[in-house]
């Protein structure tokens, strides 16, 4: 899955200036069956960059993701997945 977000713009007003900000980034997976259960996990990357033109600012955030994840479905339809992610 790649994603990219662009350029939104959240308004300011007399107490804050407006800022603007692009996001992209990706994540990729795996998933096996075990059993009754598909497990799995995944990874991914995406940075931000943020102006407030009004304060001469600028930033960037670098973020990096890991996760697992766990599903099944029980004999009367139900179905259940848990997953964690930092």
Known sequence: MLWNS??????GDANAAAISHTTGGFL??????????????????????FHVDARSSAGTSDNYHLGAYGGTESNNGIRGTL????
């Open 6 to 11: 662009c350029a939104p713009r959240l308004g």
């Open 28 to 49: 990729i997976g795996a998933d096996v069956p075990v059993y009754d259960w598909r497990l799995g996990f995944f990874g991914g990357y995406s940075r931000t960059d």
């Open 83 to 86: 997953a964690v992610a930092f």
